[in-house]
Each structure stands twice: as C-alpha cells, then as structure tokens.
Nanobody, 121 residues
Framework: QVQLVESGGGSVQAGESLRLSCAAS????????MGWFRQAPGKVREGVAA???????VYADSVKDRLTISRDNAKTTLYLQMNSLKPEDTAMYYC???????????????WGQGTQVTVSS
C-alpha cells in the first residue's frame, strides 16, 4: 500500500514556473514506478511524465523540454518541475505509483487526490 499526497499547484501567468511535489508513504517507495498525470475539465486523463525505480524517464511530446520529473528516494518524494507554462497546461495534476511500469498509461494502482494548476495568458 502506498499513500500519495500532491502539493505545489497554484495560479500563474503564462511563461512562469511551478514545482509540484508528491509525498509518498507506506510501502517501499524506491521500488515503485511513478507518474504524473493531468486532467482538464471534459478531457481524459493524460500521462505527462513517468520515472522508473532507477531514474529512467519518459515524457509526453506536449511537455517535453518544459517539464522535468524527478524523485528523491530518501525523502520518498516525487517532483514535477514545470517551466514555460502555457494556458493549455491548466488541469488537475495527479501523481501515481505502481510496481508495474505503466509509463504514461493511466493503469497505476495508487493515486493521489490531485493539485490544481491554472495558467492564465
């Protein structure tokens, strides 16, 4: 069992940055694959970035070069650094965890409650 709590969302202007955090507790965090997903109103949940237990990463094409996923296994925390934000990045952002490497597919077993990111032009 893993419990996930996101933080760091907010309202920013286009071009600004945010860093999201996802604090994990419960099972051995370092063994888990982790991902960041987002869901805008009326749209399906999409994967934006994922990271493996040894640090390998994958990104959606729409966010590549602007978002960076990282993890601190000692702090059992997942991060998403978001730079050059655009209005189309506006969504609820969720972190997810699983022992299976789902990459950007929303099949993860454990999910946080989400943190809202709003980008205005």
């Amino acid at each position: 069992q893993v419990q996930l709590v996101e933080s760091g969302g907010g309202s920013v202007q286009a071009g600004e940055s945010l860093r999201l955090s996802c604090a994990a507790s419960g099972d051995s965090y370092s063994w888990y694959y982790m991902g960041w997903f987002r869901q805008a109103p009326g749209k399906v949940r999409e994967g934006v970035a994922a990271i493996g237990s040894t640090g390998g990463t994958v990104y959606a094409d729409s966010v590549k070069d602007r978002l960076t996923i990282s993890r601190d296994n000692a702090k059992t925390t997942l991060y998403l650094q978001m730079n050059s934000l655009k209005p189309e990045d506006t969504a609820m952002y969720y972190c997810a965890a699983d022992r299976i490497g789902w990459l950007l597919r929303p099949n993860y077993k454990y999910w946080g409650q989400g943190t809202q990111v709003t980008v205005s032009s």
